[in-house]
């Protein structure tokens, strides 16, 4: 089946690091892949996404980049800010008849003035 | 802007009570998901609606009913709740496959 390993955390950054958070994943076809955030008290919302191989994701400074060779769609971020603390998931849809959208554990993100 | 509603926001239940969940949409979506999420364990699939009139059971379904009412609509449903279904429940929608999901903002269940 479907799955997505998404690095442990948490991870406490001081603001204006550099942000890695490591995706890998599992599955048949040719997934869609995603990264949401949830900020405290509140639902997910999409960061980002990539439909193919090669393509980058983008959005307010976060970059992820969908390779099909290693399985993996890290998020990457050059200066991390004090307000982009959350928690972040990693997610993939498979495509062919699919309907299950796949989530990872999710990496809280703390970032420190 | 209403996108995925969810109510209640909050719940307290005693174990062996029933509730239903509620959730509708208003982005003429396709597809509706029911989410649990619990510390350490991320986003675990309870039941989807792929369309208006098919429901099918996700990774963990056990303990847990749902009703697609309409397309609007999506319930979920807890016939005899137990300790073990204390969690923060998350509807979301999507308009069709490969596309990104858009979540509710959750409904937090205690159950004593």
């Known amino acids: 089946g479907n799955s997505v390993t998404q690095m442990e955390g948490p991870v406490t950054l001081s603001e204006e690091a550099f942000l890695t958070i490591n995706c890998t994943y599992t599955a048949t076809g040719y997934p869609s892949l995603f990264w949401y955030v949830q900020y405290p008290g509140e639902g997910l919302q999409l960061l980002l996404k990539?439909?193919?191989?090669?393509d980058k994701g983008s959005n307010k400074g976060f970059e992820a980049t969908y390779r099909k060779e290693t399985t993996s769609f890290h998020l990457e971020k050059g200066s991390v800010q004090v307000s982009d603390s959350a928690v972040y998931f990693c997610?993939?849809?498979?495509?062919?008849?699919?309907?299950?959208?796949?989530f990872g554990k999710g990496t809280k993100l703390s970032v420190i003035p | 802007n209403a996108g995925v509603t969810q109510t209640p926001k909050f719940q307290v239940l005693k174990t062996g009570q029933s509730m239903t969940l509620q959730c509708a949409q208003d982005m003429n979506h396709n597809s509706m998901y029911w989410y649990r999420q619990d510390p350490g364990m991320g986003l675990r699939l309870i039941y989807y609606s792929a369309s208006e009139g098919t429901t099918d059971k996700g990774e963990v379904p056990n303990g847990y009913n749902v009703s697609r009412l309409n397309k609007r609509e999506f319930s979920l449903r807890l016939e005899s709740a137990a300790p073990s279904q204390t969690s923060v429940y998350f509807c979301?929608?999507?308009?069709?496959?490969?596309?990104?999901?858009?979540f509710g903002q959750g409904t937090r269940l205690t159950v004593v």
């Open positions: 990539a439909t193919k191989a090669d």
């Open positions: 979301a929608s999507r308009r069709a496959l490969n596309t990104e999901a858009f």
């Open positions: 997610a993939l849809s498979s495509g062919a008849g699919s309907y299950q959208l796949t």
